[in-house]
């Protein structure tokens, strides 16, 4: 360090040379993210969270039908039941609820898989008579790897 009063003050800082390793371990791979090719009907009130969602879902190969509220999903659903392999739905909405959802679309189609988010902490939901271990449920907001993961996961009987 050399300071000189009326001048200011200069550090320095030696930092040992560090050379990158480079190998052809898996370990050092990054994961592949799991894709699908399966259609997922999305219910999310807010627009900008559905886009965003919808973007991610669809550069894994996944076909994405959009509802902005219960209602829409509702009709979506039924205009072709066999076409939706899972329904993604945000939990709280206004208008009718994802529980709501999810239990009008099993009456048309009682093993349709459904996958919640939500915002909202744990004791939200279970001040409506919901635990997030009773359903697939995540916490936005998403982490993108966590929601491809968990996508794929329910679509495959794992959860």
């Known amino acids: 360090m050399f300071s000189q009063l009326g001048v200011g003050t200069t ?3 030696y930092l040992p040379l560090v050379t990158l390793r480079q190998t052809g ?5 990054v994961p592949t993210l799991p894709r699908g090719d399966e259609t997922l009907l999305l219910v999310e009130d807010d627009r900008v969270v559905r886009k965003l969602l919808k973007k991610m879902l669809t ?3 996944y ?4 509802a902005g509220d219960g ?3 509702i009709a979506l659903f039924r205009a072709n039941p066999a076409a939706v392999d899972l ?4 939990f709280i909405m206004p208008g009718k609820n994802g529980k709501e959802v999810s239990d009008v679309l099993r009456t048309i189609r009682p ?3 459904v996958l919640f988010i939500s915002g909202y902490a744990d004791d939200v939901l279970i001040s409506r008579g919901i635990s997030s271990h009773q359903l697939h449920y995540l916490t936005k907001p998403v982490n993108p790897e ?6 794929r996961a329910v679509l495959d009987g794992h959860e």
């Not at 076909?63 to 959009?66: A, D, G, I, S």
Request: aromatic residues 6%; glycine residues 4%; without cysteine.
């Open 63 to 66: 076909t994405v039908l959009e």
């Open 87 to 90: 329904v993604i739905s945000d």
């Open 25 to 29: 371990d898996a370990d050092d791979a």
């Open 111 to 113: 093993n349709i898989k």
């Open 11 to 13: 550090f320095r800082i």
């Open 146 to 151: 966590a929601l491809l993961v968990k996508v």
């Open 59 to 61: 550069n894994y190969g």
């Open 71 to 73: 209602d829409q999903a």
